[in-house]
């Protein structure tokens, strides 16, 4: 497909071997003659034989495949930033379960195939009803994934338009969803025991045989190393990359010689104030954004309809999701989008210049996806 007519973008090599050579062999396909297998049956076959070459669709950076997911996270570069929006028992697309019981199965394999590909730096963001996360939460838990802020997506009165039947269904008209914030828990080792970032920190210190205030000469400051990183309180801050360079120099200078390196991951060398900075989730929040998103269910043109009807029930807002990926990515990263529908986060991240690897398993909803990522900025 061409994009001669699509704003110019140079592209860039795939970024693993095994990356390239799929896009390579795929490239020449016939979009509009994909063919999904049956979603139930694509659901249930996991293919993990080497000789599987998936059916892609190419923009820039960002690709859309048609398939199970799961065949192909261990294919895709690591993500920065996760935007799941799958199963919420609602039977809202085909294989979405009719009630929440199954949905934390549902999510299973996908909630240790993320665990198992994400870095220090990545955030998921779990849309869902308020009762389908609360469902999942337990398991993201179990597998590492530590609670950030859960987002109240309020679409509005205007979303009910006066039609619920309260008396009927017993409680008031809900107007919202739930797109829940997730960072992958960090873990340093050390001695064989494992401990938290905070931990770490002073473990280091006191291993190095140096007293905690000279960690605040080692910073240049008066108090605030001790008072802000070397607390062991709950009001504990992540010391900035030229603090850790600062305080590993230190210590490594200072600290007993039997012991070094200290601040180290490998045993080999201290690691960098910039190595330090990726051992948390990117975030940064433009002003005036809070936990509480007043926005409209999407309408007008942005609602992709056939003969008027909505194609797809779940269709998100591309002024969220842009938000979601301004405050936890950077130009350039990997945006994963497992369960892509229309595929609206990677369309955010096509327009902010992310690199996104979405799948979809229908081939109606990815026949649309690619026109879509294709020509979305054609006026
Ligand atoms: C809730 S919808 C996503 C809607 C999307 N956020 C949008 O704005 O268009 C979930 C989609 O994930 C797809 N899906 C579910 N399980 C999948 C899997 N294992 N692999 C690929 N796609 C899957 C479904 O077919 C469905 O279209």
């Given at each position: ?6 704003k ?5 090599p ?8 799929v896009?390579r ?5 016939d979009f ?18 080497a ?6 669709f190419?923009?820039?950076?960002s690709?859309i495949?048609l ?5 192909l996270?261990?294919r895709?570069?690591a ?6 929006d799958g199963a919420y ?5 085909p ?34 009803s308020?009762l389908?996360w ?8 179990e ?5 950030r ?11 009910i ?10 409680k008031?008209?809900v107007?919202?969803?739930?797109c829940?914030q997730?960072?992958?828990?960090t873990?340093f ?6 401990m938290?970032m905070k931990?770490?920190l002073?473990?280091e210190w006191?291993r ?8 605040n000469?080692?910073?240049g ?5 001790t ?7 709950h009001l ?6 030229d ?5 590993a ?14 601040f180290?991951r490998?045993?080999?060398?201290p ?12 975030f ?7 936990n ?14 056939e003969?008027?009807q909505c194609?797809h ?5 591309l002024?969220?999701?842009e938000?979601?990926l ?18 609206s ?7 902010l210049?992310?690199?996104a690897?979405?799948a979809e398993?229908v081939?109606e909803?990815?026949n649309?996806a ?10």
């Amino acid at each position: 497909m061409a994009h001669s007519h699509s704003k110019p973008r140079s592209k860039r090599p795939a970024s693993t071997p095994e990356e390239t050579a799929v896009l390579r062999e795929d490239s020449q396909m016939d979009f509009a003659a994909a063919q999904a297998p049956e979603p139930r049956a694509a659901l249930g076959v996991h293919r993990s034989d080497a000789a599987f070459r998936p059916i892609i669709f190419q923009r820039d950076e960002s690709v859309i495949h048609l398939g199970n997911v799961r065949d192909l996270y261990a294919r895709w570069a690591a993500p920065t930033v996760i935007v799941s929006d799958g199963a919420y028992g609602l039977g809202s697309f085909p294989g979405d379960p009719h009630t929440i019981d199954g949905l934390a199965e549902w999510y299973r394999p996908h909630i240790e195939a993320w665990t198992r590909h994400a870095l220090p730096e990545t955030t998921l963001w779990f849309w869902n009803s308020e009762l389908g996360w609360a469902t999942v939460h337990p398991l993201l838990v179990e597998a590492g994934w530590e609670f950030r802020n859960c987002h109240v997506w309020d679409k509005g009165i205007a979303h009910i338009a006066g039609n619920a039947n309260t008396k009927t269904l017993r409680k008031f008209p809900v107007v919202t969803e739930v797109c829940v914030q997730y960072a992958k828990r960090t873990s340093f080792e050390q001695g064989g025991v494992r401990m938290s970032m905070k931990d770490w920190l002073r473990y280091e210190w006191i291993r190095a045989g140096l007293p905690l205030w000279k960690t605040n000469d080692a910073c240049g400051v008066k108090n605030a190393a001790t008072r802000k990183y070397f607390t062991a309180d709950h009001l504990w801050y992540f010391p900035p990359p030229d603090a850790f360079d600062a305080l590993a120099r230190y210590a490594n200078a200072h600290g007993k010689p039997a012991g070094r390196p200290y601040f180290s991951r490998d045993g080999k060398r201290p690691m960098t104030g910039a190595e330090w900075s990726r051992m948390r989730a990117k975030f940064k929040c433009d002003a005036g954004i809070t936990n509480v998103w007043n926005e409209p269910a999407v309408r007008g043109i942005e609602r992709l309809k056939e003969k008027g009807q909505c194609i797809h029930m779940n269709q998100k807002p591309l002024r969220l999701l842009e938000m979601i990926l301004r405050a936890s990515s950077e130009e350039g990263d990997v945006v994963w989008e497992p369960f892509g529908g229309l595929c609206s986060a990677t369309i955010a991240a096509h327009k902010l210049r992310r690199r996104a690897l979405a799948a979809e398993c229908v081939a109606e909803f990815f026949n649309i996806a690619i026109k879509r990522l294709d020509n979305y900025d054609i006026f």
